[in-house]
Nanobody, 114 residues
Framework: QVQLVESGGGSVHLGGSLRLSCVFNGVGMDYYHMAWYRQFPGQERTFVASLTARGFAAYADSVKGRFTISRNNGLQIAHLEMTKVTFEDTATYYC????????WGQGTQVNVSP
């Protein structure tokens, strides 16, 4: 069983930076495909970034060049570094882990203010 716990959300000014964290409580994060998704009010979750167990990263076009996903398998934690944030980045961000089974965190809210 895997439990994902996100943190690091909050308010950030337009153009600023924020780092989200996802603690992987379970065994074998090394073997999991880790990802971040976000959800805008009234909409479905959408893909933000992913990082495979082998270290291949992928990003949504809307965040490419601004966000960076990383992982530390030894500490069993993943991060999403957000820079140059825009109002359109205001959302609830969810951590996701997949290795056959799929797990989600509870979400962390990010609000971009003027």
């Amino acid at each position: 069983q895997v439990q994902l716990v996100e943190s690091g959300g909050g308010s950030v000014h337009l153009g600023g930076s924020l780092r989200l964290s996802c603690v992987f409580n379970g065994v074998g994060m090394d073997y999991y495909h880790m990802a971040w998704y976000r959800q805008f009010p009234g909409q479905e979750r959408t893909f933000v970034a992913s990082l495979t167990a082998r270290g291949f990263a992928a990003y949504a076009d809307s965040v490419k060049g601004r966000f960076t996903i990383s992982r530390n398998n030894g500490l069993q934690i993943a991060h999403l570094e957000m820079t140059k944030v825009t109002f359109e980045d205001t959302a609830t961000y969810y951590c996701n882990a997949v290795n056959g089974k799929e797990y989600w965190g509870q979400g962390t809210q990010v609000n971009v203010s003027p």
